[in-house]
Nanobody, 129 residues
Framework: QVQLVESGGGLVQAGDSLRLSCVAS????????MGWFRQAPGKEREFVGG????????YYADSVKGRFTISKDNAKNTLYLQMDSLKPEDTAVYYC??????????????????????WGQGTQVTVSS
């Protein structure tokens, strides 16, 4: 089992920054890809970005590329999502997820929500204009 706990969400203004954290516990993370997803009211869950834990390689959705950065702290088993230049359309519940399998965090496969084995409870991010 893996437990994922997100934090760091909140209400900010357009142009502000936020950093989300996702603390993971349970299984080893030596062979895992982690992803960040978001879901706005009335919309499907959307891929934000992914990271391959073992080498730190990342991939981002076009909508956040250049504004969001995924990083990790191996010692703390913590995943981060640094969000800069936030826009009202970034408003959503943000989730971290863990995938155990042969694909990397940059693979097209791990851009799909149904690829992931474990999910956090989500943290709300609201960006006002």
């Amino acid at each position: 089992q893996v437990q994922l706990v997100e934090s760091g969400g909140g209400l900010v203004q357009a142009g502000d920054s936020l950093r989300l954290s996702c603390v993971a516990s349970g299984r080893t993370f030596s062979n895992v890809a982690m992803g960040w997803f978001r879901q706005a009211p009335g919309k499907e869950r959307e891929f934000v970005g992914g990271i391959t834990w073992i080498d730190g390689s990342t991939y981002y959705a076009d909508s956040v590329k250049g504004r969001f950065t995924i990083s990790k702290d191996n010692a703390k088993n913590t995943l981060y999502l640094q969000m800069d230049s936030l826009k009202p359309e970034d408003t959503a519940v943000y989730y971290c997820a863990a995938y155990y399998g042969p694909r990397s965090g940059t693979s097209p496969y791990t851009r799909r929500a149904n690829a992931y084995d474990y999910w956090g409870q989500g943290t709300q991010v609201t960006v006002s204009s």
